[in-house]
């Protein structure tokens, strides 16, 4: 299903008799697969190890 998404938002014509509605919900399974993925690899970081990529990380001001 992941390649089909992704060719619906690169070229939507090849996604011929897909709802609307469809795209904008591969969109929040692409964004929901990517945090659960980021917290999943962060199980297996060492203890007390420096994070290489902090700066790029949000922060609440």
Do not use: C, H, Q
């Not at 996604?15 to 929040?28: D, E």
């Amino acid at each position: 299903m992941l390649p089909v998404s992704f060719a619906a938002f690169v070229k939507p014509e090849t996604a011929n008799g897909m709802p609307f509605w469809a795209i904008l919900l591969m969109a929040v399974g692409f964004i929901s697969f990517a945090m659960g993925y980021s917290k999943f690899v962060e199980w297996f970081a060492p203890p007390g190890e420096a994070d290489p990529f902090e700066r790029y990380r949000r922060r609440d001001w």
